[in-house]
């Protein structure tokens, strides 16, 4: 079986990619099996070397992957440069760790007795990655699983497969083993077959909360470690003592980069008092500039949406809005579009509620709520009463309300004027609530420690005669 691969900014397909088999899982398993007895006995430091050639590869190639990425998801080059940059963070952090792998070491807790930790690869695992990142997602995962000694399984989404290969093809020239990192082409049957293989000890997935739900508990039921990071309502609580201009630049670019087809994406913007008059004219100002197009145009700042059918899907909330009672101050149905592609504007929809639908649901698309509240701790109440806890921020100019915010804010990832908080590489990535399935988060050093397991040995050795040991010296009666 095959799927098509279009191009999101002309409707137009452009490639097919085939969709494996549980044979072909079962082939690919089998492979990485082979590799991994050699590959988790390989040094630190070859590791290390291999991955930082590939750092240099993908340095001096980043121009040609973000075109490929801009081709099959739609997102403008500026977006996809910047996807392949902060992934290339956890390439240079994976760079570093063997100061990671360090055991621990407890000398004489008895009589003769040492014990020390160890930790050790788990074997071959799994990554099931989503359409929206092709190349920072995978790197969230394979740099880190790769250089804890595992062999690394990718499982890319099938609307924009070719970042997964060309980042293999990269691999392979940086002098990693074949086996150790595969791009298993795919849908559900090679999902599932993953999930229910024998020798696949853990699975890493992004994705939306009900499939990330699917796959921790499938995995789960089997015996694996999985992580599983699901959807996201990202709420931006601005203050009145905030930053306007901030706050209007902030929410307009968080909205709607990568046509808010982002789990990080600022979707609800909850003003506190008298805020959102002042709040609304800077953001249709700075929404009214957006400039829609495919991403050969050099001027364009915001490109379609992945598919027809999401396009559909994103623009039906706009439809039920003013039934809903909300007042949509910028319909991006009303933006001049360019050729068939799966374009839709900026739009921005006044007077929200959480018992509406466009709050309710994850849209992921360019659609940005504001919710009126009085004060503070309304605020916060709302946004800890949404189902997801993925990341939130703030603006204010007060340290003391930000401090509060953050301690009492439920959600994984927190932005003090900040509207993406996206963890640098050397923490890591990861929400609350319907937002994460698993202990671990992704990346940094909760990836390490997904990607291994402590081992602890306890030791004894009988002391030597005196008489009988010889250390190549001569011995003296």
Sequence with gaps: MSAPVFNPATGAQQAEVALGSIADVDAVVASAVTAFESWRSSSLSTRAGIMFKFRELMDASRGELAELVSSEHGKVPSDALGEIARGMENVEFACGIPALLKGEYSEQVAGGVDVYSLRQPLGVVAGITPFNFPAMVPMWMFANAIMCGNCFILKPSEKDPSAALFMAKLLSEAGLPPGVFNVLQGDKVAVDRLLEHPQVKALSFVGSTPIARYVYETGSAQGKRVQALGGAKNHMLVLADADINAAA????????????????????????????????????????????????????????????????????????????????????????????????????????????????????????????????????????????????????????????????????????????????AAYSFGGWKSSLFGDLHMYGPDGVKFYTRNKVVTSRWPEPATSSVNLGFPVHK
Excluded: W
């Design 249 to 424: 630049d902030a929410a307009v670019s968080a909205a709607y980069g990568s046509a808010g087809e982002r789990c990080m994406a600022i979707s609800v913007v909850v003003a506190v008092g008298a805020v959102a008059d002042e709040l609304i004219p800077a953001l249709t100002e700075r929404i009214a500039k957006i400039v829609v197009g495919p991403g050969t145009d050099p001027k364009a700042e915001m490109g379609p949406l992945i598919t027809r059918q999401h396009c559909d899907k994103v623009t039906s909330y706009l439809d039920g809005a003013e039934k809903a009672g909300a007042t949509i101050l910028v319909d991006g149905r009303d933006v001049s579009l360019p050729g068939d592609g799966y374009f839709l504007g900026a739009s921005l929809i006044d007077n929200v509620t959480p018992g509406m639908q466009l709050y309710q649901d994850e849209i992921f698309g360019p659609v940005l709520a504001l919710m009126r509240v009085d004060t503070y701790e309304e605020g916060l109440a709302l946004i800890n009463s949404n189902p997801y806890g993925n990341g939130t921020a703030i603006f204010t100019r007060d340290g003391g309300v930000a401090r509060r915010f953050q301690f009492e804010v439920e959600a994984g990832m927190v932005g003090i004027n900040v509207p993406i908080p996206v963890p640098v």
